[in-house]
């Protein structure tokens, strides 16, 4: 499954941020979105995914094949570790959570309430449910917040099997994760220019 995405553009508020946005990935490869604050890197991510529609441009891959990690960990907190892992296992098709458990060191956890967990444990269990997924096309929105340096050592390593086992990933992020095979798409210079005011009343519609 590749996935392509040609000339889009999109809007937050009903306030144009980028056009012309066109990029293409295959097996096996990882595309970094760079750009500061307010860029369009969320909403970009949050069209790709589905969750709000593109003002234009096309996008071609299989939306069954997603996995969104969004800012907010989407944990149950008066689950264990294991039993947030095992119910979206079961979501989506019932795969073993053993191999998550390990990717992001949380097997000393597994008994552990998510919501007695601090924010950097909550993170990797967050990021572990990609894992359980089985969804080929992981798109992530700063995934390393609130990880220190060996967290996210552990989340790169587990892009890294991702796209060796024929995966694909979208990352917002500011931090080398240290996958020098990853493109990076500056979203700087695809910003879209805003539209005029007719006159002055038409600044504050």
């Known amino acids: 499954m590749d996935m392509r995405v040609t000339d889009l553009s999109i809007a937050r508020g009903g306030v144009p941020l980028l056009e012309g946005v066109s990029f293409a990935l295959v097996p096996g490869q990882a595309l970094i979105l760079r750009g500061p604050n307010g860029s369009g890197k969320t909403t970009l991510l949050r069209t790709l995914a589905g969750l709000q529609p593109a003002l234009a441009g096309t996008l071609t891959f299989d939306s069954e094949s997603v996995a969104y990690g969004a800012h907010a960990d989407g944990l149950k907190?008066?689950?264990?570790?294991?039993?947030?892992?095992?119910?979206?296992?079961?979501?989506?098709?019932?795969?073993?959570?053993?191999?998550?458990?390990?990717?992001?060191?949380?097997?000393?956890?597994?008994?552990?309430?998510?919501?007695?967990?601090?924010?950097?444990?909550?993170?990797?269990?967050?990021?572990?449910?990609?894992?359980?997924?089985?969804?080929?096309?992981?798109?992530?929105?700063?995934?390393?917040?609130?990880?220190?340096?060996?967290?996210?050592?552990?989340?790169?390593?587990?892009?890294?099997?991702?796209?060796?086992?024929g995966g694909m990933a979208v990352i917002a992020t500011h931090i080398d994760l240290g996958l020098p095979e990853a493109a990076v798409l500056d979203l700087g210079p695809l910003k879209a220019a805003l539209p005029q005011a007719d006159d002055f009343d038409g600044a504050f519609l």
Do not use: C, Y
């Not at 689950?79 to 073993?96: I, K, P, Q, R, Y």
């Not at 929105?141 to 340096?149: H, K």
């Open 77 to 165: 907190a008066q689950m264990t570790v294991a039993e947030n892992l095992t119910f979206w296992a079961a979501v989506h098709g019932g795969a073993d959570i053993a191999p998550a458990l390990a990717a992001f060191d949380l097997q000393a956890l597994r008994d552990r309430l998510a919501g007695a967990l601090s924010a950097g444990q909550k993170r990797r269990l967050g990021l572990a449910r990609l894992m359980v997924t089985g969804r080929a096309l992981w798109l992530l929105d700063e995934p390393t917040v609130s990880l220190d340096a060996g967290s996210v050592a552990l989340f790169a390593a587990a892009v890294r099997r991702h796209l060796a086992g």
